[in-house]
């Protein structure tokens, strides 16, 4: 009866982490400004454009913007793209081109009792823009 009740409260913890794991999606960004940049004052984040590649338009590279998004389930791409405006209008940046867009592990988890545990990765989705302001 011990055994029963000691395995409730890590069976209930174990539900509950797994919820909270896989029932939200996240999103987290961050910046990286190249050094020997002088700073820019910040833009408007509503007037951030968001481009495919860099423009042919004379433009100076601040920084990187770096998003990392859940998979499973994924934030709306207006979420996303309203992140990514924030963080470059943050360095100054009219614009930020998209270089890379690609799924990588970013993470593990680790599930199952100490003696055996098994090890899953984490994958997210990581996209990466340059920060530009035109000249």
Not at 22 to 28: A, K, R, V
Not at 33 to 43: C, D, E, I, N, S
Not at 54 to 78: I, Y
Not at 98 to 112: A, H, K, N, P, Y
Request: proline fraction near 7%.
């Amino acid at each position: 009866m011990k055994a029963n009740l000691l395995q409730l409260p890590f069976a209930a913890l174990a539900a509950v982490s797994l919820t909270l794991l896989t029932g939200c999606s996240s999103l987290s960004t961050e910046t990286i400004q190249y050094l020997g940049v002088p700073r820019q004052a910040p833009t408007d984040w509503q007037q951030v454009e968001i481009l495919q590649s860099l423009p042919d338009r004379p433009h100076t590279k601040l920084g990187e913007v770096v998003a990392s998004v859940s998979l499973n389930p994924s934030p709306k791409v207006e979420k996303v793209e309203k992140a990514m405006r924030r963080k470059a209008a943050a360095l100054g940046a009219d614009a930020v081109a998209l270089i890379r867009d690609q799924v990588e592990v970013t993470g593990s988890f680790m599930s199952g009792p100490y003696w055996s545990p098994h090890v899953s990765p984490i994958r997210d989705r990581v996209i990466v823009g340059v920060a530009i302001k035109y000249e």
